[in-house]
């Protein structure tokens, strides 16, 4: 009783944004609901100035749902799967994710943008867009702004990708026979799942490929996915390396509980699935996996700080233009190397 009467107000709120935002976003995958829910929040606001009763509730969800929403990804990764289809791009995966990382760095020290902004804007390119900004977020202690932020431009550059990328790889002379090049180039250089979605079925319907392209893309972004497991646990180290330093280091602190449950899930999903379990079983979950960071996003926009945001918007975005067309060219040069294209 006495948790409904803390949290339960701004946990309804939170609930009361996402259902219609979850809805709208299945209508437009492109924008998704994420994007929806936070912008939502963000605007609802700047009219509620006192979120008192709230606030509690709010800051709870865009904490503790935020990680159970993560945890619940795992349940959607048969790792012997994603191992086995992914070794074609592998090299590129790693290489993609090496200079986003190293350019988002570069940038912070150049433009000096604050350190959050500039991790959760480069893990967010180069390995799966808001998944990855969610994952990461706790790990580093982001504010709601901070994610607020890096949401936003992975989302204008997902949205950038997902119209322009078809024409591009029609430029480029991709195989228009077989859906291999183009399913790795959307699934190496396109960070968000939607926008991966999206990119890969244009193109399978450009060229009449049934849904080759758009499987080959999803499992390449799902061996993307991944990579959240050694970069969160990276930067938790690293964190906790600092913190060390000073007094008052805490290991439970500094480790990311949730991304050990996280694996976990996902090592549980794989002996299942290899046992002979329906992969389908776990498909309720990774809905409410999705669902769940809808619900959270709406609670890091209800935090924003439009007017910041807006004042500071300038040099993430050139971080996330930076990122995504490191990720691009690399992505074609590797595939290049290795005879894909």
């Known amino acids: 009783m ?7 107000k701004g946990i ?37 100035s006192d979120k008192q009763n709230a606030e509690a509730g709010i800051k709870w969800t865009s904490k503790v749902i935020l990680q159970t929403a993560v945890v619940l990804l795992g349940f959607g990764m048969n790792l012997g799967v994603i191992f086995e289809t992914g070794k074609q791009s592998l090299p590129i995966i790693v290489c993609t994710i090496t200079i986003s990382l190293v350019l988002a760095w570069i940038m912070k020290k150049v ?7 500039s991790i959760l804007v480069g893990v967010g390119s180069s390995i799966c867009g808001g998944s990855a900004i969610a994952a990461t977020a706790p790990v580093i202690d982001a504010d709601d702004d901070e994610i607020a932020q890096s949401i936003a431009v992975i989302f ?10 078809p024409i591009l790889g029609k430029a480029l002379g991709f195989d228009t026979m077989h859906g291999d090049a183009f399913g790795i180039f959307a699934g190496t250089a396109i960070n ?30 799902l ?22 330093q000073a007094s008052n280091f805490s290991l439970k602190r500094a480790f990311p509980m949730f991304i050990l449950y996280f694996i976990l899930a996902a090592i549980f999903t794989t002996i299942c699935v290899n046992v002979g379990v329906d992969s389908n079983v776990f498909a309720p979950l990774k809905e409410l996996s999705k669902f769940l960071i809808i619900v959270a996003m709406a609670a890091i926009g209800l935090n924003s700080n439009v007017i910041q945001l807006i004042k500071t918007g300038g040099k993430p975005i050139a971080v996330g233009a930076i990122c995504w067309c490191g990720i691009t060219i690399v992505s074609l040069i590797m595939q290049y190397i290795m005879h894909i294209w």
């Open 2 to 8: 006495n948790f409904i009467n803390k949290y339960g």
């Open 12 to 48: 309804l709120i939170c609930l009361l944004i996402a259902i219609p935002s979850w809805i709208i976003g299945k209508m437009f995958p492109v924008i998704g609901g994420a994007v929806i829910a936070i912008l939502a929040g963000m605007i609802i606001a700047m009219f509620w």
């Open 111 to 117: 433009l000096k943008v604050p350190t959050n902004t």
């Open 156 to 165: 204008f550059f997902n949205v950038l990708a997902a119209i322009f990328f």
């Open 192 to 221: 968000d799942t939607s926008s991966v979605t999206a990119a890969a079925s244009t193109w399978d319907s450009m060229f009449n490929l049934g849904s080759a392209t758009l499987n080959k893309a999803v499992t390449v972004k």
């Open 223 to 244: 061996t993307r996915t991944l990579a959240i497991i050694p970069i969160t646990l990276g930067l938790s180290f690293i964190r906790a390396k600092k913190e060390r």
